[in-house]
């Protein structure tokens, strides 16, 4: 239940101690999954460049650019190269460093509200005693995801910001993917990695 309210948590940043806020031209926004969360991948990655470019950033997810299997783990060179002539001025990847699947336990419940005014008529009481009755309680599943995103400038060739986090697919990856994405471009901002977003005339 407590995991539910807060599906995705920054839990550490880094910032380069020479780091100023910018407005990057052309931002890629890298996954870096196994080939089995190659479906969560492109959410992240959608959602991600998709906040950003809320925000007022041009933000270019990765499989929208390059075809699958471009990024090879372990092959940096091949990466350099892909990335080159792009135009792109710096890069946000999305690395899942661990998955697991962990429990929870929600606690059981009784209403204890009475009201003897409803308990006129049968059909009323029969109600609410129904709603009365105590409800067991049992243990579910989830699944964590614990993430690192790194920031490189791509004209200082230099990772500038880093984070961990942690998140939790108790609803959908979609909804994972898009508060993870608003979670993380905000930071960004927060932490003086990007310009802020400029506000519209008042009209």
Known sequence: FLF????????QTWTASDAVPKKYKKILVLGVLTDNDNELQVKIEDHLAGDLKDLGYNAIAANKVFPPGTFVKGDTTRAVAA???KGFDAILTV?????????????????E?????NYY???????????RIYTPGYYSEETKYVWE??????????????ARSRSFDITS?????????????????DKGILVKPEKPDAE
């Open 4 to 11: 539910s309210c807060q599906p995705s948590k920054i839990t």
């Open 83 to 85: 990335i080159e002539g």
């Open 95 to 111: 690395i899942l460093i661990d998955k697991k699947k962990e429990q929870y336990y929600i606690p059981g419940k009784v209403t």
């Open 113 to 117: 509200t009475y009201n003897y005014s």
């Open 121 to 131: 008529r049968f059909g009323r009481y029969y109600n609410i005693m129904t709603e």
């Open 149 to 162: 995103n790194n920031f490189y400038d791509l004209n200082s060739r230099q990772m500038i910001y880093s």
């Open 173 to 189: 990856k979609t909804a994972l993917a898009h508060t993870y994405g608003m979670l993380m471009a905000n930071n960004l901002v």
